[in-house]
């Protein structure tokens, strides 16, 4: 076969180009020269995963380029024969963008060259889950900017992960089109670049699937099993392309070529000359089945555009995020009390903003399901953030009356208007849960008068829920539970969720998450049970740490439920307060997302959450729930309540209340509430020590807390 014979040709042109820019780099560096990637444990991750080798000085190399050629390059003209030869170009090009990185990182913007652990942490547990439902590798050139953009539109909308090589990329920017990790379409480069792909691939399984480095079954099985790539190879191709290609397909990632074949491989290696046939074929070749929604709006809907970021600029309205009152409300109603599909917007759409382009907003989602539970309204509640978060263009985060919300000025030229989300939001609620929603009315409010009548009794729900928690105990259950919704973004971090500690970004209870878990056993949310304590003061359990090693990827080994000063919980990004160690008065100080303000601790809130967050453990410094802190269990194994040295006064207020009654029952007095200190104490050390000292605050006279 012709395809066979090119491949072959190919092959001998790369590993040539290999040898000759090997040899040019030994003789510039060095045999001792240090070879890497930037930010990778992985070493030069197709030799590590395919061979075992851990290369780390370019002297190691020559042995490997001799051996490929010995054993893989060779005129066989078979399917295995061109496999081989294809794996030898997937080392020849890694040796070759090896010595690129020698010096520094060789490539500009918007070239991404090698995509880093980080990158592969943010997206690669979503790919080897089928959360991002495959992985597309586009390479040349299409036959015009439309047809680029047709076949990038496409393979977006279906949510697959895109990885770029050669012309395809400018076409596509020349077309206005955005890349880059917010939209997951990733332009590595040109010409050997593309082994960005390949690596990227590998390292899914050496990183989430566990497979040893050269343990090449395994690893062949795992890219079949679990990294669902395919390639589109558009326009003229060259040997040295097509022996690339057969270089995936030793992987067992198949290609579609746009160009005509005397003789394809079923299943392999096939033409299909329709871009609008290329993608569907893609997808059928690696078995993904796409679920598509039936949303009639005018952008598209899909984990392509969860991390996308909407700035000010390109922004044309925003709701909340303390600018605007807002509030997002998902309750149960009898089947009388709803129309099925509604949407009744009440108040100004978004063509009519105040000058700063804001508007107040209520979100207020009714739900009727015969197998609905009063329950189940909060975990529907807080998938409102994902549901929004797919829209292109819309931008969400937080919960309750704290959510902030964008629309870009994208969509809004689109035609997107606020009844499309209420569209999104019905349409993906009654997809998601099929099992506990039947009907779903979405009723949005934007006129300040109705919003300020409709969050009272929103904050009534949610404070009867919050009640709800109040007789359950971590002693009483037999299992705690897992939240894992914030991975998207902070890949290592989870929230262990016990009766009585809820989740930090406030949303998640015990409850919740139970609730979560009765509804999809595959969800976010998983089961732990509790075990025997290895210290029941500290919260620490086997069963939680074995539970944590695995969903953290192994970057955390124990945690401390009960604590802040050793083995805390991570810290995702949304938490609705931080906790943080205040040395000068033996105590803690915490403030809120709310409080603008410097803190005792010489930090903003914002200041703080940039070293707190990203799902990193950092003693002495947590992100927390608001609630958390009139928990039995706040801090316990640090000495409690008693340490709250200083807060803001409005977070005072909040839990005025409940801190009053706990510190009655822990022999604290009444009156220590207002022996903690706020802004108006200030917020410089000597200042808050000097008023703590005058009220007499308990934490001065307790074991010191480090
Ligand atoms: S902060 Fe924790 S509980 Fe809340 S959504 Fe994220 S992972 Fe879940």
Redesign the pocket.
């Known amino acids: 076969m012709d395809l066979f014979r090119r491949a072959y040709e190919g092959a001998v042109i790369a590993a040539g180009y290999a040898q000759i820019r090997l040899d040019q780099a030994i003789a510039e560096f060095g045999e001792e020269h240090r070879v890497e990637y930037p930010e990778t444990a992985y070493f030069l991750p197709v030799i590590y995963a395919l061979d075992g080798i851990k290369v780390e000085t370019l002297g190691q190399l020559p042995a490997i380029l001799n051996r490929v050629k010995t054993e893989y390059l060779r005129p066989d003209f078979t399917l295995e024969g061109a496999k081989l030869n294809g794996k030898t170009v997937l080392f020849a090009a890694e040796i070759i963008e090896a010595c690129n990185y020698l010096d520094q990182k060789p490539y500009e913007q918007p070239w991404t060259g090698f995509l880093t652990d980080p990158v592969l942490r943010r997206f690669g547990i979503q790919l080897v889950d089928f959360t991002i439902p495959g992985f597309a590798v586009i390479l040349g050139r299409a036959k015009d900017s439309a047809t680029a953009v047709e076949i990038f539109r496409n393979l977006q909308s279906k949510g697959i992960m895109i990885m770029m090589c050669n012309e395809i990329i400018e076409q596509l920017l020349e077309a206005g089109m955005t890349l880059g990790i917010d939209s997951i379409a990733f332009p590595l480069g040109n010409f050997t670049q593309v082994i960005h792909a390949v690596n990227y691939a590998l390292r899914a399984g050496l990183a989430f699937g566990g497979v040893p480095g050269g343990d090449l079954e395994k690893h062949l099985d795992y890219q079949k099993r679990r990294v669902r790539v395919f390639v589109l190879a558009l326009g003229n191709q060259d040997e040295v392309r097509i022996a690339a290609e057969f270089g995936a397909m030793y992987l067992g990632h198949p290609t579609i070529t746009d160009q005509p074949l005397d003789e394809g491989i079923p299943d392999l290696y096939v033409s299909e000359p329709d871009p609008k046939k290329m993608v569907a074929l893609g997808l059928e070749m690696r078995g993904i089945k796409i679920k598509t929604l039936d949303i009639n709006v005018p952008v598209m809907i899909g984990p392509a555009f969860e991390g996308e970021t909407i700035r000010k600029a390109d922004m044309q309205v925003e709701f909340g995020g303390t600018r605007t009152t807002a509030f997002e409300w998902v309750t149960m109603v009898n089947a009388e009390e709803i129309e099925d599909g509604r949407v009744t917007l009440k108040g100004p759409d978004i063509d009519a903003t105040d000058q700063d382009g804001r508007l107040p907003l209520g979100l207020c989602i009714k739900i009727f399901g015969r197998k609905m539970q009063k329950d189940f309204e909060s975990v529907l509640e ?1 998938r409102l ?1 994902d549901v929004v978060n797919f829209g292109e263009g819309l931008w969400h985060i937080s919960q309750r009356d704290m959510v902030w919300m964008r629309i870009s000025k994208k969509a809004f030229d689109l035609g997107f208007r606020l009844k499309h989300l209420g569209e999104i939001i019905i349409a993906k609620l009654k997809d998601e849960f099929p099992a506990i929603v039947d009907r779903v009315e979405a009723v949005i409010l934007t006129e300040q008068a109705g919003v300020d009548a409709e969050i009272i009794k929103a904050r009534e729900a949610y404070n009867a829920r919050d009640e709800r928690m109040r007789g359950l105990t971590d002693e009483k259950c037999d299992a705690f539970y897992s ?5 998207s973004f902070a890949p290592n ?3 262990i ?1 016990t009766p009585e500690r ?7 209870n015990w409850l919740d ?1 139970k609730a979560s878990y009765e509804i999809d056993h595959n969800g ?1 949310n998983a089961i732990i049970e509790k075990g025997r304590p290895d210290d029941d003061v500290k919260g620490i359990y086997p069963s939680v740490n074995d539970y944590v090693y695995q969903e953290s990827n192994k970057q955390l080994e124990q945690v401390a439920l009960y604590c802040f000063m050793e083995l805390p919980m991570t810290s ?1 990004g ?2 609705e307060a931080i906790i943080a160690l205040f040395p000068e008065a033996n105590g803690v100080m915490i403030t809120t997302r709310e409080y603008p303000g410097m803190t005792p601790c010489g930090m903003s809130f914002s200041t703080l959450a940039g070293s707190v967050g990203g799902g990193a453990q950092t003693p002495g410094f947590m992100g927390i729930g608001r609630r958390y802190i009139v928990s039995r269990k706040f801090i316990s194994g640090d000495g409690g309540l008693a340490r709250v040295c200083w807060m803001p006064k409005d977070l005072k207020e909040y839990l005025r209340g409940d801190i009053v009654e706990l510190s009655k029952e822990y022999g604290l007095g009444e009156d220590f509430i207002d022996k903690i200190a706020d802004e108006d104490a200030g917020h410089e050390p000597d200042a808050v020590v000097a008023y703590l000292t005058k009220v007499g605050h308990p934490a001065l006279g307790m074991d010191p807390i480090m």
Request: some cysteine.
């Open positions: 807080r953030h939240c894992k919704l914030c991975q971090h989870l929230c969720i809820l989740g930090l970004c406030g949303a998640v998450a976010p995702c949304c938490f």
